[in-house]
């Protein structure tokens, strides 16, 4: 069974992809010792577990609610032979807190952070069509150099800290992808101009090649651009010839496909999406398209009684928001806790303001220890959302 089955990065989508959520192999590591006794060769993986639900979770199947230093996944995962002449990545949505990947035996890499993605190229350490992946996740919400949101720093959940969160708790997929590939984007929309700045940065440079742009709005073509690869870092500009304000309430979005071509032929095309709005601050109001809005904000601190940090189904995340319109609000103060980007996609598509803020309570950030660990999860965050219209 496949849980969480929808695309997790809406910003950057592509047709071939594998969902790796559903059942793997779990191992609880009390002290910490799993790497050194060598646990991704022939780890004692005696439970299973549902990704993409945290341990401490009813819908993880372990429900086991007390502090873990360490837990392991392990799955075996079929790599489709059509793949098999592209690169392979590996992606995980957040993995709380230092996490640690092997594939077939090999360390394919690590990631500090328990909020932000990682993506991992797997290519070299495959040998055919199965790839064996183990993850060593390791969290201490106690230490004080990690941002643990309003996780409960004690046994029970206390004050306004709750049951916590350890391991991988967002989606795992894997994606297949050319020698040279679009990596990420970033947009800046001018509403006065009718104009999109668009920046797409390719994983390599590779001669002969040029981007082509197309944007739609409601299916009908308002933009296209062909611009050519000089590196790998591409700029281009599109003028739309319709130009359809987003604003709270008024979800107005444009449909955007990149295409990465060679000698005619497509290498690699993404599906994305963007709206035109601005924001700025005159006289100590917020105004979106020159207006001032006053924002009605729920304080959503993004806890589900059955999936702890992870909602159960994509619906539940549109539902939220749905439950917080209906009520009168307009936008939401996303609390101690960097939302999973599925839950900007609904609030982009329904016209809901949103603030972000880092998920940085148990971390002391008066000190470079504390900023060691702030500052690049946070970085990595405002990258992955700054298309997103909240």
């Given at each position: 069974?496949?849980?969480?089955n929808?695309?997790?990065?809406?910003?950057?989508?592509?047709?071939?992809?594998?969902?790796?959520n559903?059942?793997?192999?779990?191992?609880?590591?009390?002290?910490?010792s799993?790497?050194?006794?060598?646990?991704?060769?022939?780890?004692?993986?005696?439970?299973?577990?549902?990704?993409?639900f945290?341990?401490?979770?009813?819908?993880?199947?372990?429900?086991?609610?007390?502090?873990?230093?360490?837990?392991?996944?392990?799955?075996?995962?079929?790599?489709?032979?059509?793949?098999?002449?592209?690169?392979?990545?590996?992606?995980?949505?957040?993995?709380?807190y230092?996490?640690h990947?092997?594939?077939?035996?090999?360390?394919?890499?690590?990631?500090?952070?328990?909020?932000?993605?990682?993506?991992?190229?797997?290519?070299n350490?495959?040998n055919?069509?199965?790839?064996?992946?183990?993850?060593?996740?390791?969290d201490?919400?106690?230490?004080?150099?990690?941002?643990?949101?309003?996780?409960?720093g004690?046994?029970?959940?206390a004050g306004?800290?709750?049951?916590?969160?350890t391991?991988?708790?967002?989606?795992?997929?894997?994606?297949?992808?050319?020698?040279t590939?679009?990596?990420?984007?970033a947009?800046?929309?001018?509403?006065?101009?009718?104009?999109?700045?668009?920046?797409?940065?390719?994983?390599?440079?590779?001669?002969e090649?040029?981007?082509?742009?197309?944007?739609?709005?409601?299916?009908?073509?308002?933009?296209?651009?062909?611009?050519?690869?000089?590196?790998?870092?591409?700029h281009?500009?599109?003028?739309?010839?319709?130009?359809?304000?987003?604003?709270?309430?008024?979800?107005?979005?444009?449909?955007?496909?990149?295409?990465?071509?060679?000698?005619?032929?497509?290498?690699?095309?993404?599906?994305?999406?963007?709206g035109?709005?601005?924001?700025?601050?005159?006289?100590?109001?917020?105004?979106?398209?020159?207006?001032?809005?006053?924002?009605?904000?729920?304080?959503?601190?993004g806890?589900?009684?059955?999936?702890?940090?992870?909602?159960?189904?994509?619906?539940?995340?549109?539902?939220?928001?749905?439950?917080?319109?209906?009520?009168?609000?307009n936008?939401?103060?996303?609390?101690?806790?960097?939302?999973?980007?599925?839950?900007?996609?609904?609030?982009?598509?329904?016209?809901?303001l949103?603030?972000?803020?880092?998920?940085?309570?148990?971390?002391?950030?008066?000190?470079?220890?504390?900023?060691?660990?702030?500052?690049?999860?946070?970085?990595?965050a405002?990258?992955?959302?700054?298309?997103?219209?909240?």
């Open positions: 069974m496949t849980i969480r929808e695309y997790p990065r809406p910003q950057l989508e592509r047709k071939e992809w594998l969902n790796l559903g059942e793997w192999q779990f191992a609880f590591d009390h002290g910490k799993g790497i050194e006794r060598e646990f991704y060769k022939e780890g004692p993986f005696t439970n299973t577990i549902q990704v993409p945290c341990p401490e979770s009813e819908l993880s199947g372990i429900g086991y609610t007390d502090f873990m230093a360490a837990v392991w996944y392990k799955r075996v995962v079929q790599i489709p032979e059509s793949w098999l002449n592209q690169r392979i990545i590996l992606h995980f949505g957040a993995v709380d230092h996490a990947v092997w594939v077939n035996g090999q360390k394919a890499g690590e990631h500090k952070g328990g909020y932000t993605p990682f993506s991992l190229d797997v290519t350490f495959l055919g069509e199965e790839a064996i992946i183990v993850v060593c996740a390791e201490d919400t106690r230490s004080g150099l990690q941002p643990r949101g309003k996780q409960s004690r046994y029970y959940s306004c800290d709750y049951t916590r969160t391991g991988i708790w967002q989606t795992v997929w894997m994606e297949a992808v050319p020698e590939y679009i990596k990420k984007t947009y800046k929309t001018n509403p006065k101009s009718g104009t999109v700045s668009i920046e797409a940065y390719l994983n390599q440079y590779e001669k090649l040029v981007l082509e742009l197309e944007a739609t709005y409601k299916g009908k073509g308002v933009a296209k651009e062909t611009a050519y690869v000089s590196g790998s870092h591409i281009a500009n599109l003028s739309l010839s319709e130009i359809h304000l987003w604003e709270p309430g008024k979800p107005q979005l444009y449909d955007l496909t990149l295409s990465l071509k060679k000698a005619g032929q497509v290498v690699d095309q993404v599906e994305s999406y963007f035109v709005r601005s924001v700025s601050i005159e006289d100590k109001a917020i105004l979106i398209n020159d207006k001032p809005i006053f924002q009605r904000l729920v304080l959503d601190q806890f589900y009684p059955q999936g702890i940090y992870t909602a159960p189904t994509d619906e539940d995340l549109k539902k939220d928001i749905e439950i917080s319109m209906e009520m009168g609000f936008g939401a103060r996303m609390h101690e806790k960097i939302f999973e980007p599925r839950f900007l996609y609904w609030a982009d598509q329904l016209g809901y949103v603030w972000g803020e880092h998920g940085n309570w148990g971390l002391d950030i008066t000190g470079s220890k504390g900023l060691e660990r702030f500052l690049p999860e946070w970085m990595e405002v990258e992955r959302d700054f298309n997103s219209q909240h």
